[in-house]
């Protein structure tokens, strides 16, 4: 039954909450214990990197810096993602007080106690029983019992108790299953969090070579029952590459079930950045969501229909490239004759001319062919420099709208650190960062370096754990680009040499050029027509970079040897002239060997 159909009233439940609400914290996943500051905001919509949500006992109130203080019923509100009117009956149902969830009027006019005994009831008044799950599940209850599970009271309704064990048998985790059906079923031990399911079985599994990657619990009792080797995710998403990839060392074969939803598509994203994709196999179970839903269908059967499930298993190898191919024709067709154009970058200044922007065609040719540079080995960085409200930043953000934002990633300031802990991804991607002073500190530079000259960063810290100091290293794979802006004529000696610097035109007829041009556009918004421009970087990207210069050599015997960072600047110059080559591939000739 749902909030449209009964209610609870709010005086009631605000008055049978009182001294509650830690239970009701825990209940919902929230790992706060009242003696810490702050903890990290658990609300779905907050991505806190600095632990910033605490509960006070005595306000009644949760902080945080993402929305304003708020009661328990706000925090159930956030975390459920639901109304107050849902959230009070929510809570009604977790402290055990059914009894004061109300019928709301109905056709006749009655309105009255909600009857626990209605089978219309929210799903968890009727809790979750081992023998209603063993039935709903086709599983046997002895089965169950020597997986560990076994049946408690949770908030007064029964629950199952499953324990997730560490690889040593060990009780790491407790999951509570409180009801049998529904989206909201699931609770964790206070203070646990998720991790995999199943641990203690990879070592006999080990053997065999081969493991199942499953969603859920109910997936690793069906196929434990029957006898294969499997490892539940409690959620798509909840996959860590550091804490559990290492799991699956000595597998050759790693099949992983792909359920037909938003979960599929969660496992496919963490799958496709984890070391073991190599190894991994997909199984789509056509017509089924999941291992549990195709045993349910033929019991008897089911040994053979997981076994022909697994040999139609695809290679993540060929499905990312199947992927690919399907993706790129799609790009391809999408950017039409702008592919086929005999000179891009000059077709590019058309365009922004025809948006407003006047001069500084060499500066947003060279930032188009330096974006563009993304995909190669080695990324052109380019530092726009110009006395303040010359244009620097502008010119800049118009060629960013020819791009797809997985291109670029904006700053405008960052901490010295940030480039070690941060999680946002880097690897054939432009830091774009507004300003070169908002790069703070020695240290955060020579991060910026190492990933430009080496294309990576390789950190080692010590971190602060429940078991003392602890040494970790930190690497963020690139290679990644930059570009900057600054007012300075020169950058430090060493980051001068890792980038392009072009300068913006400061003279007084681009002034009045630029104020004609604003003059012009009074009134109207700068609008680019550049879904062509962005499904031709798309097709770039998903293809092979094979780039040949067959004058390079030529090219190094025109340019005098007047200075040592020509060691640098030359590749720089075959990097720019590679990314015009692959804008223009499609007119390109090929050659005999290339894949592309």
Request: proline letters at 4%.
């Amino acid at each position: 039954m749902t909030a449209r159909e009964a209610f609870v009233p709010t005086g009631a439940i605000q008055h049978a909450v009182v001294g509650r609400e830690n239970g009701i914290l825990a209940a919902l996943g929230i790992c706060w214990t009242g003696r810490s500051q702050h903890i990290n905001c658990p609300y779905p919509d907050h991505a806190d990197n600095h632990p910033s949500w605490r509960w006070d006992a005595t306000k009644r109130r949760a902080f945080c810096t993402c929305t304003k203080p708020g009661s328990i019923f706000d925090v159930v509100c956030k975390m459920k993602e639901v109304s107050f009117e849902a959230a009070k009956i929510i809570v009604a149902e977790m402290i055990g007080r059914a009894d004061l969830i109300r019928r709301t009027r109905g056709k006749g006019g009655e309105r009255g106690r909600f009857p626990q005994d209605n089978d219309a009831t929210p799903q968890h008044l009727a809790g979750c029983t081992v023998s209603a799950y063993a039935t709903a599940k086709h599983l046997s209850v002895e089965a169950l019992s020597s997986f560990g599970i076994s049946e408690i009271h949770y908030l007064s309704k029964p629950a199952l108790r499953i324990p997730y064990y560490g690889a040593d048998g060990t009780e790491a985790a407790v999951r509570f299953r409180i009801a049998l059906d529904g989206k909201d079923k699931f609770r964790w031990r206070k203070s646990d969090k998720a991790r995999l399911y199943g641990l203690d079985r990879v070592a006999l599994a080990r053997q065999s070579g081969i493991v199942t990657i499953v969603e859920g619990e109910s997936d690793c009792h069906t196929l434990w029952q029957e006898g294969f080797a499997a490892i539940g995710l409690p959620g798509a998403g909840n996959w860590d590459e550091e804490r559990d990839a290492v799991v699956f060392d000595g597998f050759a074969t790693i099949f992983v079930v792909i359920e037909p939803d938003s979960g599929g598509k969660s496992v496919r994203k963490w799958l496709a950045n984890s070391e073991i994709r190599d190894r991994a196999r997909l199984v789509e179970l056509k017509g089924f969501k999941d291992p549990s839903a195709l045993y349910l269908s033929d019991p008897a059967r089911f040994a053979e229909l997981w076994q022909a499930a697994l040999e139609s298993a695809i290679p993540w190898l060929d499905q990312s490239e199947r992927d690919r191919q399907a993706l790129l024709h799609a790009a391809w067709a999408a950017c039409g004759d702008l592919a086929y154009c005999p000179d891009i970058t000059s077709e590019l200044i058309q365009v922004v001319r025809a948006g407003g922007l006047v001069g500084e065609e060499r500066t947003i040719k060279l930032l188009y062919l330096a974006m563009t540079s993304r995909v190669l080995s080695r990324i052109v960085s380019v530092a726009v420099k110009g006395p303040s409200a010359s244009g620097k930043s502008f010119s800049v953000e118009v060629v960013l709208k020819f791009f797809p934002s997985e291109a670029f990633y904006v700053l405008t300031a960052m901490s010295e650190r940030a480039l070690a802990y941060g999680e946002e991804p880097v690897a054939h991607r432009f830091i774009v960062l507004y300003e070169v002073a908002g790069l703070t500190g020695d240290f955060g530079t020579y991060l910026v370096r190492s990933l430009l000259s080496e294309g990576r960063i390789c950190y080692d810290t010590v971190e602060k754990t429940k078991d003392g100091l602890k040494a970790r290293r930190i690497e963020r794979e690139g290679p990644t680009g930059l570009i900057t802006t600054t007012t300075e004529v020169a950058l430090h000696p060493e980051n001068e040499t890792r980038l392009v610097s072009v300068n913006v035109t400061d003279t007084p007829a681009q002034t009045k050029l630029i104020m004609k041009a604003q003059a012009g556009r009074q009134g109207h918004g700068k609008k680019f027509d550049v879904v062509r421009w962005h499904a031709l970087q798309q097709a770039i990207a998903l293809s092979p970079v094979q780039v040949l210069i067959p004058f390079a050599g030529e090219l190094a015997d025109l340019i005098p040897p007047v200075a040592v960072r020509l060691r640098r600047d030359y590749p720089t110059v075959l990097a720019l002239i590679e990314a015009h080559a692959l804008l223009h591939q499609r007119t390109r000739e090929r050659s005999a060997d290339s894949d592309a």
